[in-house]
Structure formats: structure tokens, C-alpha cells
């Protein structure tokens, strides 16, 4: 390993940490920008299919989440009056392989994350606002060695960042954009990829609830989605998003709930009467419609939300951000470490990473279409219909081609350090 390659991250989330481990394994000096005041997770729960968890073994932390969260089978879909739409099989090995959710707290993820980058070296900056971004260059064939010669198309990237005790600016020779949807490196790089309401809103709550089954059940009704997932022996994660204008005010958060779903299954309603106000969240969901034009611009790499935020309906947001932090780190920064060219490892990340997260974007707009977004009038009772009728194995193939993700082999000598 050549050593000394240095790394700066723009944000300290799932994208953000996932990637700091991963450039850290790969022998980097990484640093990590948070703008919050301590590095935290707000948000509810979450769950992974396989290639979450794929990702999760590349960073080491596989075991830590198993044990913190709970494993259970995608149940299927459901219409509102609790009738089965997909009932997904649990038997067989696709299903095993293919279905089975982890779900999880979002804090305890997070948790975990920032455990691993503080285990490995990362230097982790609290209250520190990003503001600026020089994305630098890099000439394809010139060895990562030769990086900081005074040739122009060799300059390090570059990030400006503001604190309590002033302005700091740090070179690097990568930057690593993970600074959410809203991302303010993107936005420098990228001026036109905006992000778009996505013309509905979520809410989401975790509960103490031990008699719920535990299996992801999802339930699709006009303008609503409804989901229930275990995260430990005694939390179930709920989330009801719906169709609504966007910043909406309802003066009470909790009885506008309970109205919604008053006309649903039996099990729907309870989970909803059974949580508290202080345990219930709303948030307007925002996507990048497209994703952003490329993921790479000079020595800047741009990974999670901000790079490819996508609509929840397929629940890969948090999985695609680890994907590209575990690719970060084995497409680009061990490559380099290794002696490669830095300009051909971003290019190859840059196809690898548009091509896999603009399929899934893609995936997560169709069933929102053929979903949630649908009407109400004669639309639901023939997609239910249809639904019924159609074999499982079709659901399953495109299970399968989410969760079969792995991750890029370690190159021998930086899994060896």
C-alpha cells in the first residue's frame, strides 16, 4: 500500500460513515464533516434485504446490526381491508434468500457506524457546515503518486467549511459528497439536478408492540401506503405514507392519523391507536428525479441521497448508501492505495454506481405508480384483482434482482493490511 492518500467526507450519515469505514479499510486518512453539533440519527426504523446486509459484511458491522435488530420474512401486500394482494412464499431458497428483512432503528445503524469509522481512525468534525467544494482533477494514467504535481489536471480536490471558531479549508485527494438530498456539494457541482417533491408525505412511528408477527407486511390503498416491520423483540416500525400537498400543517398529528386509516384492517388501525403523539414524525419525501448527471466531477465522488435520493416504495435508500460507501472504498480507494490510476477507478464507479441506482430509482417509480399513487374508483378493485391473479414469481425475480447485489472483491494486498 502506497499510503499517505487522503480522504475528506461532506457528511455524516448512513452514505457518509459507510464510506469513511470503507476508505479507512483501503489504508486512507480520512476526516468526516458533520454540520450537526454530535454525530446522531433522527428518523424511525428501516429495513435491509441482502444486499444491505452484503454491504454491512464488507464494513464489518454485519454481526452488530443482526444483533441489535430482528430478521424476518417480507410477508407481501395487503389491501386496506386486510386482504391478501402478494403473499409472498417463506419456503424455498429464493424466498430465504431473497426476502428475508432485517429491520432496524435507525439510531442503532447509525450507532454502529459511527462506532466502526471511530474504531478504524476516522477523524469525525462535529459542527462543521460545508460551503464550498473545489473538485480538483486527476489525468487518467498519471500514477496517485504524482497527484500533487504542479500540472493543472493533477490538482486535489479541495473543501471550505465553517465552525464555531472560524472558516477552514482542507485538501484532499478525494471528496466524498454524503450530505443528503439537499446536498450543497451537489448543488455546486451540479446546478441543475434539483431535487422535487414527491407529491405525498410519510408518517412514521416506532412502538412497543409485542404481539405483532413481525414479517414486513405492506398494505397499498387510493393515495396510501401503509407498512409494519419488527426492529427488535419489542419495537415495531410503522410508516403510512399518502398522497398531500406539500408542507402541510395539521394541528393534530396523531388524530389526522387515526381518521386516515379509520376504514382500514383491523391490525392497521391498532398499530395506529396504539401510538403515543410524542412517538409519531411526519415528513414531505423528496426525491432527485433522474438522479444526478454523473456521480463523479474531478477527485469529488457523490454518493447516498445526495447522488440518487429515490422514492421509498422499495425501501433501498439506506442499502444503496452503504452499496456506494463499500464501493467507494473498494473501487476507488484500494485500487489507488494499490498503485492504480485514480481517473479510471472513478470512471468505473461513476458506470457501476449510475447504472445499478437509476435501475432501482427507476423500479421504485413504477410501483409507486402501480401502488400508493393509484386512485381510488374502479382502479383499485382491478389492480387488486390483477395482483391476485398474477403468480408470485414475478415478485420474486424482482426481488431477487435488487437483493443479489455483492460487493466488489477486496484487491488482495489492502484486504492483507
Excluded: K
Aim: aromatic residues 6%; hydrophobic residues 45%; charged residues 20%.
Amino acid at each position: 500500500m502506497t499510503g499517505g492518500q487522503t480522504a475528506i467526507v461532506a457528511g455524516g450519515g448512513i452514505a457518509g460513515l459507510a464510506s469513511a469505514v470503507a476508505l479507512a479499510q483501503a489504508g486512507w486518512r480520512v476526516t468526516v464533516l458533520e454540520r450537526a453539533p454530535a454525530f446522531a440519527e433522527v428518523g424511525a426504523g428501516l429495513g435491509f434485504t441482502a444486499n444491505g446486509m452484503a454491504a454491512l459484511r464488507a464494513l464489518g458491522i454485519e454481526e452488530a446490526v443482526r444483533a441489535a435488530g430482528h430478521l424476518a420474512p417480507h410477508a407481501g401486500y395487503q389491501d386496506r381491508g386486510g386482504r391478501w394482494l402478494v403473499r409472498l412464499p417463506e419456503t424455498g431458497p429464493v424466498p430465504r434468500t431473497v426476502m428475508t428483512i432485517c429491520g432496524i432503528h435507525r439510531q442503532q445503524l447509525h450507532a454502529a457506524l459511527r462506532q466502526a469509522a471511530e474504531d478504524i481512525g476516522a477523524e469525525l468534525v462535529t459542527g462543521a457546515e460545508v460551503t464550498a467544494v473545489r473538485s480538483g482533477s486527476v489525468r487518467s494514467g498519471v500514477p496517485s503518486d504524482n497527484v500533487r504535481s504542479a500540472d493543472p489536471a493533477g490538482d486535489p480536490a479541495a473543501v471550505t467549511w465553517r465552525t464555531s471558531t472560524g472558516e477552514h479549508t482542507g485538501e484532499a485527494d478525494l471528496v466524498v459528497a454524503a450530505d443528503g438530498v439537499r446536498s450543497t456539494v451537489r448543488t455546486q457541482l451540479f446546478p441543475d439536478a434539483r431535487v422535487r417533491y414527491a407529491g405525498s408525505t410519510s408518517w412514521r412511528a416506532v412502538v412497543r408492540d409485542c404481539a405483532f408477527e413481525g414479517r414486513l407486511i405492506e398494505v397499498w390503498g387510493p393515495g396510501t401506503e401503509f407498512g409494519a416491520l419488527r426492529i427488535s423483540a419489542d419495537e415495531v416500525y410503522w410508516y403510512g405514507e399518502f398522497v398531500h400537498a406539500e408542507a402541510a400543517h395539521f394541528a393534530d398529528e396523531l388524530a389526522t392519523a387515526e381518521a386516515h386509516f379509520a376504514g382500514w384492517a383491523p391490525w392497521v388501525r391498532a398499530m395506529v391507536a396504539g401510538t403515543a403523539a410524542s412517538q409519531l414524525m411526519r415528513h414531505d419525501v423528496y426525491h432527485l428525479p433522474g438522479g444526478c448527471p454523473r456521480y463523479v466531477r474531478g477527485r469529488v465522488v457523490i454518493t447516498g441521497d445526495a447522488a440518487h435520493a429515490m422514492l421509498p416504495t422499495i425501501g433501498q435508500g439506506a442499502a444503496t448508501a452503504l452499496e456506494d460507501g463499500v464501493c467507494v472504498g473498494r473501487m476507488i480507494a484500494a485500487p489507488v492505495s494499490d498503485g492504480g490510476d485514480m481517473a479510471g477507478a472513478l470512471a468505473a464507479f461513476d458506470r457501476a454506481r449510475r447504472r445499478r441506482c437509476g435501475q432501482l430509482a427507476r423500479q421504485a417509480n413504477l410501483v409507486a405508480r402501480l401502488g400508493f399513487e393509484l386512485g381510488d374508483g374502479w382502479r383499485q378493485p382491478v389492480r387488486n384483482t390483477l395482483l391476485r391473479l398474477i403468480p408470485t414469481g414475478p415478485a420474486l425475480r424482482a426481488g431477487a434482482r435488487i437483493a443479489s447485489w455483492t460487493p466488489p472483491e477486496q484487491p488482495a494486498r489492502s484486504a492483507q493490511e
